[in-house]
């Protein structure tokens, strides 16, 4: 079992950033293979960034690559998404999920992954 809580969100002009953090509990976080989905209105909830249990492999969407970064920190137990020259387009609830490790990845449809956050708000202005 994994309970993930996002924070990080908020309002912020195009162009500039944010960073998102997934906080996840339990002693297990290294078995599992963390991802950032977004959701905005009226939408459906669409892949963001995949990274592997070994953090070792990253995999992006194509709307986000050379833009957003994700990393984890088994330490701390974080996921993290760095997020650069934001655009309007890019508002929405951004949530963070885990699934267990798989020789599949990336793995980028919602229903791959077992456990979810709450979800965070990032708003971008134009």
């Known amino acids: 079992q994994v309970q993930l809580v996002e924070s990080g969100g908020g309002l912020v002009q195009a162009g500039g950033s944010l960073r998102l953090s997934c906080a996840a509990s339990?002693?297990?976080?290294?078995?599992?293979?963390m991802v950032w989905f977004r959701q905005a209105p009226g939408k459906e909830r669409e892949f963001v960034a995949a990274?592997?249990?070994?953090?070792?492999?990253?995999y992006y969407a194509d709307s986000v690559k050379g833009r957003f970064t994700i990393s984890r920190d088994s330490a701390k137990n974080t996921v993290s998404l760095q997020m650069n020259s934001l655009k309007p387009e890019d508002t929405a609830v951004y949530y963070c999920?885990?699934?267990?490790?798989?020789?599949?990845?990336?793995?980028?449809?919602?229903?791959?992954?077992?456990?979810w956050g709450q979800g965070t708000q990032v708003t971008v202005s134009s």
């Open positions: 990274i592997s249990w070994s953090g070792s492999n990253t």
């Open positions: 339990g002693r297990t976080f290294s078995r599992y293979d």
């Open positions: 999920a885990a699934a267990g490790r798989s020789t599949y990845f990336p793995r980028v449809t919602q229903y791959d992954y077992d456990y």
